[in-house]
């Protein structure tokens, strides 16, 4: 399996993600993990399967339930993950 590089930006997200989601917890970085998978798995990472069949909307729900302004945080902890993939991507095109 691809070790997540510690210098690219979400990287916890991700390391902690993959490893809920191996482990199948349900937390968000699992979520957000579950969400990128596609992109995650073209990049070479091995995303276990999890995250259900909408995980973007259940890590929303998991946010009202624990955060009084999910809206933001949600797009936050997107934002980050999305850092983490373009670049990686950009790594490894380079």
Do not use: C, I, K
């Not at 690219?8 to 917890?25: N, Q, T």
């Not at 009202?64 to 302004?69: H, K, L, V």
């Amino acid at each position: 399996m691809l070790e997540v590089p510690v210098d690219l930006p979400g990287h916890e997200f991700v390391s902690e993600g993959l490893e809920d989601l191996a482990s199948g917890r349900e937390s968000e970085s699992a979520l957000l993990v579950a969400m990128a998978a596609p992109r995650l798995r073209t990049l070479g990472y091995d995303v276990p399967v999890g995250g259900g069949e909408r995980p973007s909307h259940r890590l929303y729900e998991l946010l009202t339930e624990t955060d009084e302004g999910p809206h933001s945080r949600y797009n936050a902890l997107v934002a980050r993950v999305v850092s983490f993939v373009r670049a990686a991507e950009h790594a490894s095109a380079g």
